[in-house]
Every structure is written in C-alpha cells, then in structure tokens.
C-alpha cells in the first residue's frame, strides 16, 4: 500500500544557523551610552525581521489545498492499481490451488516458477509505483518551496525586512516572536491573489 506522507515542510532551508547569526549580529551592535536626564526618547524603530507561521500558511494557502488534492488523486490512483494488480494475482494463485491435485509434477512445477515470477514481477511493480508517487511529491515540494521563497524574497525587498522567519508549532529554532512582527495574514492574502491570477 501506497502511504501518503505528510507534506515536507515548505522551508527546511532556513536553518538554525540563520538565527544563530542574527543573535551574534545583535549582539555585536555598539552599546549606547548612559542616558542623560535631558536625552529625547529613541524614536520607534521599524522591524526588520519578521515571521510568518507555518501552520497557518500551509493551512489557508489555496495553492497548498490544490497541491494536497493533486497528491491525494495521485496517491489514490496508484493504490488502486497496486491493489488490484494484488487481487488478480491473489486469484490467479487460489485457482490454481483448486486445480493443483488435476496437473502432473512437471505442470505443478512450471505453473509455480511462473506464479513465482509473476510474483516477484508485482512486487517490483509496487516499489517502483511507490519511488515515482514518492518523487512526485518531493517534486511538489520543491515547486512549492521555490514559489513562497520567491514570493517572501520580493516581499521582504518591498517592506525593507532584513530577515523574514517561519514559525511552527513544535519547531524548536523560533521559540517566541512578539505578534508585532507576525506578516502571516498580509502573506497569505497576497499568495492567494497572485495564485488566483495564475489559474485564471
């Protein structure tokens, strides 16, 4: 049986190493100096890095929706052919077995070697059904993968961020990020016009 897996996620990419250079690079800016009584308020500085979550955008990108059911289509198909390339050979071998008592050793023989081919055949049909519904998905993957990368790339370009973060539960890299810096809902609007411009 063919299994479907969950998809990968969209940004495997984005390592900790990212985070551990933004920290340093925090870190080495110059420290003020002591704040003296007549000293005006620092004004509001813009964010340059923000987030956007992962759970959300996986969930409500229509894109991703369309390429769930395309996979799941894909997925089903196959198993189905699997399934019912096993059936007819299941009742290949229970006919045989009623007539087996009928046919002399050599027959018995040969109709056995043939089963046991046949078998074999099946078996290598089903690994190779599952590689090429495996590397469609991976392909997908990617496809998706390059097309939020390219979106997030122009995004942060047109907003002025330095750094755009995903965030996702159980994901230990980006433990917490203030809501302030959450794009999340103006990323997902614009994926899903510009997705909806694509499929017109």
């Known amino acids: ?23 340093i690079a925090a870190c080495n800016k110059t420290k003020t100096s002591d704040k003296t009584s007549d000293a005006k308020p620092a004004a509001p500085v813009k964010a340059e890095m923000v987030f956007i979550n992962q759970d959300t955008l996986t969930a409500k990108y ?7 059911k395309r996979l799941e289509d894909k997925g089903k ?3 189905n052919d699997v399934g019912g390339r096993k059936q007819a050979f299941q009742r290949e071998v229970a006919e045989y077995q009623k007539g087996a008592n009928t ?5 018995r023989a040969t109709k056995e070697q043939a089963l046991q081919r046949e078998g074999q055949d099946l078996q290598t049909y089903e690994q190779n059904t599952t590689a090429q519904f495996q590397n469609e998905q991976a ?3 990617q496809k998706l993968y390059e097309k939020v990368y390219a979106f ?3 995004y942060a ?32 609007k614009r994926l899903n016009d510009a997705y909806a411009k694509e499929k017109k």
């Not at 809501?179 to 997902?188: C, E, K, N, Q, R």
């Open 1 to 23: 049986m063919i299994e479907m897996k969950t998809t990968a996620s969209i940004f495997t990419k984005i390592t900790l190493g990212i985070l551990i250079a933004g920290s």
């Open 62 to 68: 229509d894109y991703v929706k369309d390429m769930r």
């Open 77 to 79: 198909a196959a198993q």
């Open 103 to 107: 046919l002399s050793a050599d027959q």
């Open 139 to 141: 392909g997908e993957t």
């Open 152 to 154: 997030t790339k122009q």
């Open 157 to 188: 370009k047109e907003k002025g961020y330095k750094m755009v973060f995903t965030f996702q539960t159980g994901n230990t890299n980006l433990l917490y990020a203030d809501g302030s810096i959450d794009v999340t809902a103006d990323v997902i």
